[in-house]
């Protein structure tokens, strides 16, 4: 802990360690308790860079009220339902639910299919981590296309929005889909640009993975979604080990001889 200036709140005073993604989370990362817990594999290709590490991605950021608020509306209940090396409790909920639309790639559903402070929770858990990696304030943990995605009044309003005082963000659209392959839920990827073409941040959590689309421009297509199903969170579930971001991976980890 050290003083400051909190990064949302803007009060001064003790400044607690701030991780970008929950630090509850890597432990679900490292290898399983059967293959004696070791440390995780981190792959960066954009700066070309691998190995095993226990290192976190976290900085001197908020205070203890702000991060609490953090835990209480969203990290906490999430964590309740992402993958660890024994279930995954969302995807259980899903396959309890009658999908809104079927096809040959993935299943729909609408939030409020959901329990009401999950479907919340998710929500606010998507905003608070693009916030972070927005206004993160170190520039070498590889969020740096993430500048910019938001302009100067969408990120007051997810500010007011994290902090309590609106209820959403009229010019974000979150779409999470839950992965259906059991081999590929245990990792983390830190929000990155992925579309050249609309402002939109990708981020993976342990079988959750966020697409945040940012207006209020939308393509047809999202436009379409927004205004058939849900204009703020859309839940959909897929083999993501049939995505472009894993094969992407696997050729990477493949020219490197990475086991």
């Not at 890597?26 to 590490?53: C, L, W």
């Not at 299919?113 to 916030?131: E, M, N, T």
């Not at 990792?187 to 990708?202: C, G, Q, T, V």
């Amino acid at each position: 802990m050290k003083a400051g200036i909190c990064g949302l709140c803007k009060k001064s005073g003790i400044i607690k360690k701030s991780h970008l993604l929950p630090k509850s989370a890597y432990k679900q990362v490292r290898d399983h308790p059967s293959e004696g817990g070791g440390s995780p594999m981190i792959v960066d290709m954009a700066r070309n860079k691998f190995g095993k590490t226990d290192k976190q991605v976290d900085a001197h950021f908020l205070c203890g009220n702000c991060e609490s608020v953090f835990s209480k509306f969203g990290e906490a209940p999430v964590s309740k339902i992402w993958a660890t090396h024994f279930d995954f409790p969302m995807l259980d909920i899903l396959n309890k639910i009658t999908p809104i639309s079927i096809s040959t790639k993935r299943k729909l559903y609408k939030s409020d299919q959901l329990d009401g402070d999950l479907a919340r929770a998710l929500y606010y858990f998507a905003v608070s981590v693009v916030w972070r990696a927005i206004e993160w304030p170190r520039t070498n943990v590889g969020v740096v296309s993430c500048k910019g995605v938001l302009n100067v009044d969408q990120m007051r309003e997810v500010t007011q929005f994290l902090l309590g005082n609106i209820s959403v963000v009229d010019d974000l659209f979150i779409v999470l889909d839950v992965n259906t392959c059991s081999e590929m839920t245990g990792m983390l990827s830190m929000p990155a640009r992925f579309a050249a073409d609309l402002e939109s941040l990708l981020f993976d959590v342990l079988g959750l993975r966020f697409m945040v689309f940012v207006g209020p421009g939308f393509p047809l297509e999202i436009e379409t979604l927004r205004t058939t199903y849900d204009r703020n969170l859309l839940v959909t579930s897929s083999d993501h080990s049939e995505s472009r971001f894993a094969m992407q991976i696997a050729k990477y980890l493949n020219e490197n001889n990475i086991q």
